[in-house]
């Protein structure tokens, strides 16, 4: 099986993480600047890696509608799919960040570090649920 990257994306940064056969690890967190250049740098890394596919998550409320930033993930999925010739999916990212978060306070994480790695947590949440749709 190939590798996997999956996205956390957010308006200032994007969480990443990496796929390997059933595992999903934290890689890194992409500081955004504007989406053209975001997109080369997670197709790049998508080569680098190896990836054939790679898994968005899909901002949805707790009702499952979906959220005001669905449009902006729309529009960044839209010039991913237009720059990368592999699969795009997108997985329901809800409370993904908030776990991520609540797991680094009772880990005692600082503040600062926290900020630092939140979103590739919440990216690993992500595969971690695509992962386990596909074991099924």
């Known amino acids: 099986m190939s590798s996997v990257i999956a996205l956390d994306v957010g308006t200032r940064r994007i969480g990443v993480a990496v796929g390997e056969g059933t595992f ?33 998550g899909d901002p949805l409320t707790l009702r499952g509608e979906r959220a005001l930033a669905s449009e902006q993930i729309d529009a960044f999925v839209a010039h991913l799919a237009r720059a990368f010739d592999g699969a795009i999916e997108r997985v329901d990212e809800r409370l993904t960040t908030a776990a991520a978060q609540k797991a680094l306070i009772g880990a005692d994480v ?27």
């Open 110 to 136: 600082s503040r600062a570090k926290r900020k630092r790695v939140v979103d590739q947590l919440a990216a690993v949440g992500i595969l971690e649920t695509w992962l386990a749709r596909r074991a099924r």
């Open 24 to 56: 999903a690890f934290p890689h890194s967190t992409l500081e955004r600047t504007n989406v053209r250049a975001d997109v080369e740098r997670v197709v790049a890394l998508a080569r680098e890696r190896g990836a054939r596919t790679i898994v968005v």
